[in-house]
């Protein structure tokens, strides 16, 4: 079945590095890609998405590329902030069904220290 | 604002007792769905809705119920409470397959 592997964390940066937060996913057919971003105590919000290859998925800095020749979809931020520290969980929409279920990876925690 | 808004925020329950969680979205969003989150599991897809009148399970729904008599509501049950049931719950709801999910706050549930 449709799955979506993360790299494990949890990422410790300092503040200014450059973040890389890897995604490979397994789909048989054309899924929409997502990342969403939990802060502590909160629920997900979605931080970006893509819905066809070699599409680019970006806000507040972060970005993301479909790439269907490796199934990845890796999270880049090239200037990482305290603020960022938060759980990345990289998602699918597979597009079969009607109800087209989202399936979303283990999740990846980020901590940026000053 | 609009969204998708969850109550209570925490529960702790007593095993055996039963309980509903509350979940309401104020964008029409047709599409809705239960996950509940736990350390180390990620988030698992308890029921789900595409619409008024209409639901199905998800991968975890034993010991839950669901209902969806409007678009806007989707309450779900604990029929009787196990401490294995102790998670996050979140609710969220979309539009179409490929926008993203609007989530709520949580519920944060304990079963003692």
């Known amino acids: 079945g449709d799955s979506v592997t993360q790299m494990e964390g949890p990422v410790t940066l300092s503040e200014e590095a450059f973040l890389t937060i890897n995604c490979t996913y397994t789909?048989?057919?054309?899924?929409?890609l997502f990342w969403y971003v939990q802060y502590p105590g909160e629920g997900l919000q979605l931080l970006l998405k893509a819905t066809k290859a070699d599409d680019k998925g970006s806000n507040k800095g972060f970005e993301a590329t479909y790439r269907k020749e490796t199934t990845s979809f890796h999270l880049e931020k090239g200037s990482v902030q305290v603020s960022d520290s938060a759980v990345y969980f990289c998602a699918l929409s597979d597009g079969k069904t009607s109800y087209d279920k989202v399936i979303f990876g283990p999740g990846t925690s980020l901590s940026v220290i000053p | 604002n609009a969204g998708v808004t969850q109550t209570p925020k925490f529960q702790v329950l007593k095993t055996g007792q039963s309980m509903t969680l509350q979940c309401a979205q104020d964008m029409n969003h047709e599409y809705m769905s239960w996950y509940r989150q736990d350390p180390g599991m990620g988030l698992r897809l308890i029921h789900y809705s595409v619409g008024a009148g209409i639901t199905d399970q998800g991968e975890v729904p034993n010991g839950y119920n669901v209902s969806r008599s409007t678009t806007e509501d989707f309450p779900l049950r604990l029929l009787s409470a196990a401490p294995s049931q102790t998670s996050v719950y979140f609710c969220?709801?979309?539009?179409?397959?490929?926008?993203?999910?609007?989530f709520g706050s949580g519920t944060r549930l304990t079963v003692v």
């Open positions: 789909a048989t057919g054309y899924p929409s």
């Open positions: 969220a709801s979309r539009d179409t397959v490929d926008y993203g999910y609007t």
